[in-house]
């Protein structure tokens, strides 16, 4: 019996490498306890993505919720939005009460995982820790091979849904561009764009869990080379997806739309929102959505939290820099690449000039992302240390105004503000900074980056 391997039990998910640490062992015996955790004999809808072994870990995972006493119903290949979607609709009067997605995401391709959703709520934290430890203690355990499941069709209703909910938008005249990025967004997007008689060109549409044309990670510019080309030579607005079709990436001539910036557009057309953030957002979103009558809170970034984070405050718009978008608002509260490609289409369509918006926001510096590598038992002990090293902060650091440590430390200062946390999937810090001023952005990065060199250094001495 192959060791499974406790990294494999992340924060948000369950991800790791196929038959290395996402073997038959590990992931029958994840199915059993995640079917026993849900109390057994309740309704597991499935889904996978593109990759080659995602129908594999379906039939290991399938043995284990059967052995628990689960029922599974099986979507086959499907975008992660539409797996959501099953937790929201029956199947001839049944009802399910979890959803598991096989996906690795942006992974590369010998990557897979689970996103697990229980009672309309995402599993994650220490329900997934706990599950990981269950499944690590048991070396005894043997589970039959047991594959049995009900074939259901989510897709069908998913697209009749999108359609009926922006038939108003039939017929538009738009040129659009999108690149799924051999992803699964093509399992349906292209129906829905056909049916709303949509003027189109797709990139890279076959789902191939290879991803032999570009990463399908649309955060990364170098992965928006051709989307980019293809948008400048005959196209008005351009999208591009994750592999799994959770993400966007919203393109104009002029302008690479982060998540931030989308909620900004997106709330133009609600009535005094709630809109929640992560702590990476600008601040010129929390500022500029309170100006103009909305309620923002910043929280944890992570695709579960916001989604927790949404249900408890009953916002209506959740967003994450990377191209996360949650719309409680006419929708269920889960992140929708599709949906929210929809929903940015009826702004166009209403006459909201995206390249005239974002231009006449109040101009500030940013960094990208910027890792820094440290190690797994690490990284939160550096994030505890630079915020007790932040009581007295060195004679030549600049003046601090605010403090959050709701996700690590977002420091503000007078005129921007500093991030250092703790990557909850990989073993990194992940910084970002902001200013009006060009100079003190770059003066912020230098300051920082000596706090988390000096904090490294103190615990390299124990």
């Not at 990981?132 to 594959?147: F, H, L, S």
């Not at 690149?179 to 549409?205: E, M, P, R, S």
């Not at 005239?356 to 240390?385: A, N, Y």
């Not at 946390?421 to 912020?444: C, H, I, M």
Request: charged share 25%; aromatic share 10%.
């Amino acid at each position: 019996m192959k060791t499974i391997s406790k990294t494999i039990f992340r924060e948000y998910d369950i991800r790791g490498i196929f038959q290395k640490e996402l073997n038959e062992n590990s992931v029958q015996l994840i199915g059993y306890y995640l079917g026993k955790r849900i109390k057994g004999n309740k309704i597991v809808a499935v889904g996978y993505d593109a990759r080659s072994h995602s129908p594999v870990l379906r039939d290991y995972l399938t043995s284990g919720l059967n052995a628990a006493g689960c029922k599974v119903l099986d979507m086959g290949m499907v975008a992660t939005p539409v797996n959501y979607y099953s937790n929201y609709i029956n199947f001839n009067g049944v009802k399910t009460d979890a959803s598991v997605m096989i996906t690795g995401s942006h992974n590369p391709s010998e990557y897979n995982g689970f996103k697990i959703t229980v009672d309309h709520s995402p599993f994650f934290g220490d329900d997934i820790y706990e599950l990981g430890d269950e499944v690590m203690q048991d070396t005894e355990t043997k589970i039959p091979y047991n594959a049995q499941r009900t074939l259901i069709d989510v897709k069908k209703p998913y697209i009749a849904f999108m359609v009926k909910e922006f038939a108003h938008l039939k017929n538009m005249k738009t040129k659009i561009v999108i690149d799924c990025g051999n992803g699964v967004a093509d399992t349906v997007i292209t129906d829905i764009f056909n049916a709303l008689n949509f003027k189109y060109q797709g990139l890279y549409l076959q789902p191939d869990g290879g991803f032999p044309n570009h990463h399908p990670d649309p955060s990364v510019e170098k992965n928006l080379v051709d989307v980019k080309a293809a948008l400048a030579e005959n196209g008005d607005i351009a999208f591009a997806y994750d592999g799994d079709a959770d993400r966007i990436a919203v393109l104009t001539h002029k302008h690479n739309i982060k998540g931030d910036q989308m909620a900004l557009l997106y709330a133009m057309k609600m009535d005094h929102p709630t809109i929640i953030g992560e702590v990476k957002c600008s601040q010129v979103m929390y500022d500029e959505l309170e100006r103009r009558g909305a309620k923002t809170i910043m929280y944890k970034t992570g695709h579960s939290n916001l989604k927790v984070k949404m249900k408890e405050t009953g916002a209506d718009l959740a967003c994450e820099v990377s191209g996360h978008i949650f719309f409680k608002h006419r929708y269920f509260g889960y992140d929708d690449a599709i949906y929210a490609t929809l929903r940015m289409l009826e702004l166009i369509h209403d006459g909201i000039d995206l390249d005239h918006e974002i231009d006449s926001l109040p101009h500030v510096f940013s960094t990208e992302e910027i890792k820094v590598k440290t190690t797994e038992d690490k990284k939160f002990k550096i994030i505890d240390k630079i915020k007790e090293m932040l009581k007295n902060p060195p004679a030549d650091f600049p003046e601090i105004t605010s403090i959050i440590d709701i996700d690590g430390v977002r420091i503000g200062f007078e005129e921007g503000w500093g991030l250092v946390r703790a990557s909850n999937t990989t073993p990194v810090l992940v910084t970002r900074f902001e200013s009006t001023d060009e100079v003190l952005v770059k003066l912020y990065e230098r300051k920082v980056n000596e706090l988390i060199r000096n904090a490294k250094a103190s615990l390299d001495k124990f």
